[in-house]
């Protein structure tokens, strides 16, 4: 059974370039509940971490030096199946791929700066909200 939760980051460019009210609209008008959020700047450790899974890949480096360079947003969405209907709020990764009317057709530069990130899974949503929030941080209601 699908979780009823997902994680999303606004990323540095996003957060940077003032888009991070019209995306913070985008998930309030696809029926998110925010049931956590803050805004953190990640240090290289956070990042290494939270990005463990792709080390060794030809885009680790520029990854954890683009998460790493400014404030993110990190929030705990709600919302019956909220993996994949985020994931379809969300769009492509590639932007020009992305559906019209998509976070990231709509705010995204290119592949890495993507605007925003979603959990892929219900078992990496879980990892996910765990790295970033504690229990007396989510607003369950």
């Known amino acids: 059974m699908p979780e009823n939760f ?17 995306i913070l609209a985008m998930i309030n ?18 990042a290494e971490a939270f990005y463990a899974v ?12 683009f998460m790493t360079s ?5 929030m705990i969405l709600k919302h019956e199946d909220a993996v994949e209907t985020f994931r379809r709020l969300i769009g492509a990764t590639d932007p020009s791929k992305a559906e019209p009317g ?4 709509t705010f995204a530069v290119s592949v890495q700066m993507n605007a925003v ?8 949503a879980r990892r996910e909200a765990d790295f970033f929030f504690s229990g ?6």
């Open 6 to 22: 997902t994680v999303s980051i606004v990323k540095p460019n996003a957060v940077r370039t003032g888009k991070t009210g019209p």
């Open 29 to 46: 008008e696809g029926g998110f509940e925010i049931i956590a959020m803050k805004m953190v700047k990640l240090s290289v450790q956070h």
């Open 54 to 65: 792709h080390k060794g890949k030809p885009f680790y480096e520029g990854l954890i030096e």
């Open 70 to 74: 400014g404030p993110v947003i990190v």
């Open 102 to 105: 998509t976070i990231r057709r």
């Open 117 to 124: 990130h979603g959990s892929d899974s219900d078992e990496n």
């Open 136 to 141: 007396i941080e989510r607003f369950l209601s």
